[in-house]
């Protein structure tokens, strides 16, 4: 709210003329994946209809947590965080007269949320072809478990599966595995592929929305929970890509076995994330240590040398935290500029005063249920914020509103324009994107923006090159611009080699700002201003900018400065003590969770941004948390806090409402299989399978909820028998039968998957020096949309390219810049 003469006013809603259809999960497996998608939208001013069965309505009505312990449909925690701002319908879609009330629904709706089974759809009569055939302008979101149109796409699957089946699982903990046999793959804490996928729905929703805008048309966007997981694997992807086996760093990733340095270490009072690998924070911990003789031994000299005797270092780590507090540690580290965060409890994170002074948490009155608490949006609009404007609906409570006038709803949203046809221009032509980038998150995000159309100028400089041009290795060969994981990161753009603490490097920079739509940054908090390009100065040079700022702890807060990663920013968001052994301390998460996580929310957050700016002629800032986003992607936990008190730790593959649910054991070396159970009949079509049907009828598992109160048990007993089967075997068995099952993968057995070979995911793209190679391109399929992909550039490759054609500078006065030094 704002305060215009005198009076508060509403304000300005980002999405606002924007009309949602979200429908229900059918399947027993909790999926969140439309309703949070949706969400998204909602926060940001967008109308959203929520279509519920009747009855117990959406899944996550019953699933809690809930205050008292009593449960109540409308009370249910994760139900207030998933439907703020939207509106609830019941129609049971299994009714062909109440099918006929959706479809004037979805005549004036943009775009629809769709999360179940193709083959549900298809019977049901809401299969995508038949809803973009009726509504030619509607974009028709599948949000499925393996896609719809892939091989994969009738089967089962869910948060356990999607996470084993990409590789992220394999490789959880993060080097903290020593006993193969009884230290499983892990999940991560929560249900992060749900979310994960929500927030490559919603991306790609507003994708579909701008090529909807430039060519009048609709389409399908096909999203699966699979992919959107796989696309965290691509820094693993890349080793791989650019490596053969032998070298030790495709062998860090091919394999479960603590190999490396683990991301948490415990400390006098808990544990905190520590890393000084490279060569900056290296020395700076020599500064801290007081420049120990150790420290100056060759092996320990250059990077790869360091990553070689890791071993030794961690040695020492572990010897010095011990005598350390959390807040001791960080506070050192930081003092010294070397990242390092405290592993936060959900009650800790709630209580942290850099959470309390950027306001994320947000509370309102709920007719219902009281007052409300819950983890807000994780980017900060400085001019459409995110804002709960009423909260989540009461079941059905809009039945009468919106069913019994749908007559007078036809045609109120944009989809009034004169129809249009598909095209191959691309959706973000004509957008152009000032990219400070680097390492993972913003650049990732704008390779998407690239693939789309955009104009990405990468402004870099080999004065202070991206750390990860120099990570990894190709061929063996550690050179520059030759690192594989670089590569997979950074496609669909163009590179200019810019040293900014010159005057002349800097005006360069404003110049070419002007020209832009969009700046892209991921600096320590100041660092852009001390150049002169921080938000204020650049919308003095084009007042319709619009910049989007990453941190690990966002720009304001008593922690704004902190030195981060995206994996420190797990311990701090609350993540990894969610995430680990029952009964264990915490575990750091394969993939630099959640960098990738973070880029696909960029994604949507500055496509939010274009949309209202394309409207109103109005920028503004956008200011990124990482953590911010990591704790908004565990409502379980944060609601389960704030509703009942609750504070608890690592539950390993375990649900709270589902059982068995884990990864069991098969015949062979370290394989094994995701099985997810979400009700009685599965039980017993599983127990059939593993030639144990006398289990079904056991009173200890005979129902849900005798399964989770014996779950150890049940566990032995389910991986004593799945011992016996291969692992592939095993899973065809189990899919046959309907169940939600897959195979555990390590990076090998992901690209070794024929189905994922032939997702479109994976494409070749030359590199100038690294030449040909497989590179993971985007998640989401678009029906009429051919995303634009070449291989990513060598550093400054494009300068005299874009200083021509965007500045218009001479051969002259490039050479000039070239001979100061302002072009290096």
Known sequence: MSKDNGEYRESPKALDGIHVVELPCLDTIPFMAGAMAAKLFADFGAEVIKVEPPGAGAKERQLGPFRDGRPDPETSGLHLFLNTNKQSVTLDLESPRDRELLFPLLESADIVFNPNLPALNVRLGIGWRRLVERFPKLVAVSVTYFGAESAYRNFRGGDLVATHMSGVGWGTPWNQVTDLANEPPLKMGGRQSDYLCAYTAAASAMIALFHRDATGAGQHVDVSQWLSMVNMMRAAMGIYSHESPGNPIYDRVAKRIKRGSPWVYPCKDGWVTFAAGGDRFWN??????????????????????????????????????????????????????????????????AANPQYAARHFFVEHDHPVAGKVTMPGAPCKFSGTPSRVRRGAPRLGEHNRELLGEQSKRAGISARAQEPGHSSKKLPLSGVRIIDFGWIFAVPHATAWLGAMGADVVRIETSRAPDMIRRSTSADGQVLFNRSGVFNVVNFSRRSIALDLTKPQGREVARRLVKLGDVVSENFTVGNMRKYGLGYDDLRKIKPDIIMLSCTPLGQDGPYARTVGWGPTTQAFAGLCHLTGYPGGGPSGIAAAWPDFAVSVGIVYFILTALHHRNRTGQGQHLDVSMAEMVTSMIPEAMMDYFMTGRDEGPKGNRDDSMAPHGAFPVSGDDEWVAIAIAADDEFAALCEVLGAAPLAADPKFARVADRLRNVDLLEREVAARTRRFGREELVARLRERGLSAGPVYNIEGLLHDEVFANSGMLVKLNHRVAGERTIPVLPPRFSAIEPRYWGAPTTGEQTDQVLTELLGLGPDEIAKLHEEHVLV
């Open 284 to 349: 700076a911990w020599k500064l801290l240590m007081g420049n120990p003789a150790w420290m100056n031994q060759e092996i320990f000299s250059t990077p790869t040398l360091r990553t070689d005797n890791v071993e030794q270092i961690e040695a020492k780590i572990r010897d010095w935290l011990p005598a350390l507090t959390r807040q001791e540690a960080f506070e050192k580290a930081q003092g010294h500029h070397i990242p390092c965060f405290p592993v936060y409890s959900p009650a800790e994170v």
